[in-house]
């Protein structure tokens, strides 16, 4: 099994960027899919979830109305648009894979927003 994650990069405040997780090697349809991510000297936090269907999704405070989560289980593929970014975004983000007890995470891809 193997997530991974791409579209991070070096982006303004103010700026959008779209992140994406691949998957292979599971089920991915079976999987309800999240975004964590993890700032230098913090721990990794929970930004968004994705049930199996993507008829419920979740919004941690600090992104609601900014960022959005989706999935499209035909290509195995999941996503998290990430609008009106703020200095406060940047951190390293992960997607993670999960139908318990299995669950696999990505090798992170890293948002920077700086002027």
């Known amino acids: 099994a193997q997530l991974v994650e791409s579209g991070g990069g070096l982006v303004q405040p103010g700026g959008s960027l779209r992140l994406s997780c691949a998957a292979s090697g599971f089920t991915f349809s079976s999987y309800a899919m999240s975004w964590y991510r993890q700032a230098p000297g913090k721990e990794r936090e929970l930004v968004a979830f994705?049930?199996?269907?993507?008829?419920?999704?979740w919004y941690a405070d600090s992104v609601k109305g900014r960022f959005t989560i989706s999935r499209d289980n035909a290509k195995n593929m999941a996503y998290l648009q990430m609008n009106s970014l703020k200095a406060e975004d940047t951190a390293v983000y992960y997607c993670?894979?999960?139908?318990?007890?299995?669950?696999?995470w990505g090798q992170g891809t890293q948002v920077t927003v700086s002027s």
């Open positions: 994705i049930s199996i269907s993507g008829g419920t999704t």
């Open positions: 993670k894979a999960y139908r318990p007890p299995e669950m696999y």
